[in-house]
């Protein structure tokens, strides 16, 4: 039998999701919690890798189990255990060919920035102090739509068979003034690629790179090309589509 578990979590104080030696993950935590509840060692298979301090508000995974359980009650108590920064929404059957990673038809990404000072902003966003010219920044977001190669975003030494992703949306949205947000949905991420995205685009917005450069940046599919990856306390997983 699987199950799918539908979840969201503050990734402050964890390294990353998946599991680590002598780290604390989000997966490892679920797992904890699951092998205590179901008194057997479950292994749990994610929709994808957060990175380090990167958060999510809808994240999947999926566990198999050899006979049918509670679901409701187990998510209840998997809920009760869970530490305070993790959060299980409900958990559900799904039929053996469903996967979390493999069935996802498309994952969304958040990147917060604000540009003024914030004691209230600051751990869930980038403050920036630059001119940003969001004009120009969506002109460029808007280039992400027409390729496929992303490998100039894709972090180096990565164990990838391809660097190919269909972008669907990528753009910057204001939602009030002073505070933005950049959306990007695709098929599939390189590690580290929406930071790097960002960074780049955040260097058009400063015109420190022109519209030209951007989309030459793309075709080079090379990371030296590309600008520094930003900060992760404000990127998010928003949503995950099946």
Request: charged content about 25%; proline content about 4%.
């Amino acid at each position: 039998m699987r199950y799918f578990i539908h979840l969201s979590y503050d990734g402050t104080r964890y390294h990353g999701w998946q599991i680590q030696p002598n780290a604390v993950t989000v997966q490892g935590e679920l797992e904890r919690g699951l092998s205590l509840i179901l008194r057997r060692d479950v292994s749990i298979v994610g929709a994808g890798r957060t990175d380090t301090g990167v958060h999510a508000r809808h994240m999947a995974a999926h566990f198999d189990v050899a006979e049918p359980i509670d679901h409701q009650q187990v998510g209840y108590r998997l809920n009760r255990i869970m530490p305070p920064d993790i959060a299980v929404h409900r958990i559900e059957p799904v039929s053996d060919d469903m996967h979390a990673r493999f069935s996802a038809k498309a994952r969304t990404y958040h990147y917060y920035i604000h540009t003024h000072k914030s004691p209230f902003l600051r751990s869930y966003s980038l403050e920036t102090h630059y001119d940003l010219d969001f004009r120009l920044m969506n002109e460029a977001a808007a280039h992400l739509l027409t390729v496929s190669d992303f490998a100039a975003f894709c972090k180096a030494g990565s164990d990838v068979k391809t660097t190919v992703c269909r972008v669907t949306t990528a753009q910057w949205v204001e939602q009030r003034p002073g505070e933005w947000y950049f959306e990007i949905t695709a098929d599939r991420f390189l590690r580290n690629m929406v930071r790097a995205v960002v960074g780049t685009l955040v260097d058009v917005g400063r015109r420190r790179l022109t519209l030209d450069g951007f989309k030459a940046v793309v075709a080079s599919c090379r990371r030296t090309e590309a600008r520094e990856s930003m900060p992760p306390q404000a990127l998010f997983l928003e949503n995950v589509e099946y």
